[in-house]
């Protein structure tokens, strides 16, 4: 295998059986395995089977083939049920593969379902020490990194307790931490930062660009927050019913496909939603909805945290009441968490005009998220109801550094 390849994937597939996966007796199971030892047919399975692909069984995996460079970032995208964490599992020898082959240049550090490879009655410095033995490290050589690791994991008080009485936050932290510190070339994380608290999520995603860019490691990263792919990962791909539909050096390119749009579209890649016509109401229909700079310019791209930004709704009012609160239905992975309300009351007049919702910055944490409108009159009576309008404007929050980022319009 070239030397610049850190991982290697030829024709890889899992097939897994549902229901019952022994033999039923001590005896037929020793059978079993005494035939696999000896690369012979499994003498219980179904005549001319060799996986016993029935309706018992599926492919987790099927035919992927795949090489990942070192240094690269890549971003494992799809749906639950697509074979991310088969995947993980594979590349970090936890499990064997049923059919291909993957070819491994260097040393793994997982980070896993919560609490993998910890031993629970151990303490967090003695789990330390397990974990860079496995990895092939003297004892000084550990020694000259544990308090780092503990420095990092920000658990130092409750380090020398057994970890099966931490939290879940807290096994979190101390993972991450061995894992980023421990001498490994890969590192491969699935979906656990999502336990941890937002501060936490930041130093995590600081510290992998830092271990890519500044000491070359290969990272290998799951998780359904498109912000953080999109802010840690270079390349991705994408899985879909255990198979390979999109592979690219361009993680942009693989959210894009992820969340369902076609490449050369530019409409896609604009926060602005106008009504065609089909929403109408008799006392006041939304026309237009953009994100727009201090300038007026609608945002197509991603937008600078230190400036300002705000919604620009155009609306039709036709009957109007002394005061009309709106606000935009903000959504959290799908489901709607927030109702973000005015400044400051605003006062309507019959026909078309212009309305304005400024962007308060500091409220969004690196997420995805839905925009929709509602509109209520004084005595709270829906004049739009936001759970009845659809989906107008969908963003990403990427980083500090930068607010939202536009991912679709609906």
Not at 230 to 259: A, H, P, S
Request: glycine share 8%.
């Amino acid at each position: 295998m070239n030397n610049d390849i850190a991982i290697k994937v030829e024709n890889l597939s899992k097939y897994y059986r549902l229901g019952v996966i022994n033999n039923g007796t001590l005896f037929r199971d020793i059978q079993t395995w005494w035939s696999r030892i000896r690369g012979k047919d499994d003498p219980h399975a179904k005549i001319g089977s060799k996986y016993d692909p029935s309706a018992d069984g599926f492919w987790a995996l099927k035919d992927l083939n795949f090489e990942i460079k070192k240094g690269d970032r890549v971003g494992i995208i799809g749906y639950n049920g697509a074979g991310k964490s088969t995947l993980l599992k594979l590349l970090s020898q936890i499990t064997t593969p049923t059919e291909g082959n993957i070819k491994i240049n260097g040393k793994i550090a997982s980070l896993l379902e919560v609490g993998t490879g910890f031993h629970p009655e151990m303490t967090g410095r003695e789990n330390i020490y397990m974990n860079g033995s496995i990895l092939g490290m003297k004892h000084d050589e550990i020694d000259k990194k544990v308090n780092d690791i503990i420095e990092f994991s920000e658990i130092g008080a409750y380090i020398d307790t057994p970890v099966k009485r931490y939290s879940s936050g807290m096994y979190v932290r101390l993972a991450f931490a061995v894992a980023a510190h421990l001498d490994s070339d890969i590192l491969i994380a699935d979906e656990v930062l999502a336990v941890g608290d937002v501060a936490f999520q930041k130093k995590a995603l600081r510290k992998m660009n830092e271990l890519s860019f500044g000491q070359g490691r290969t990272v290998l990263f799951v998780s359904h927050n498109m912000a953080q792919i999109r802010n840690l990962c270079n390349k991705g791909i994408v899985l879909e019913k255990g198979r390979i539909v999109r592979q690219d050096d361009n993680i942009n390119r693989c959210i894009d496909y992820y969340l369902g749009k076609k490449e050369n579209d530019s409409n896609d890649l604009t926060t602005s939603w106008k009504n065609d016509g089909s929403f109408y109401n008799e006392n006041f229909t939304p026309l237009s909805i953009d994100i727009v700079d201090e300038d007026e310019n609608i945002v197509s791209s991603c937008l600078d945290y230190k400036k300002s930004y705000r919604i620009r709704l155009k609306a039709r009012v036709e009957k109007v009441n002394p005061r009309v609160d709106f606000y935009f239905r903000c959504f959290f992975g799908g489901n709607p968490f927030a109702m973000l309300y005015p400044d400051s009351e605003l006062k309507l007049n019959e026909g078309e005009q212009t309305l304005y919702y400024n962007i308060p910055q500091a409220c969004f944490p690196p997420n995805n998220y839905l925009f929709s409108l509602g509109v209520t009159e004084r005595n709270n009576f829906w004049i739009i109801n936001p759970f009845e309008m659809p989906i107008v404007i969908s963003v990403t929050v990427v980083s500090e550094e930068k607010i939202f980022t536009v991912t679709k319009s609906i």
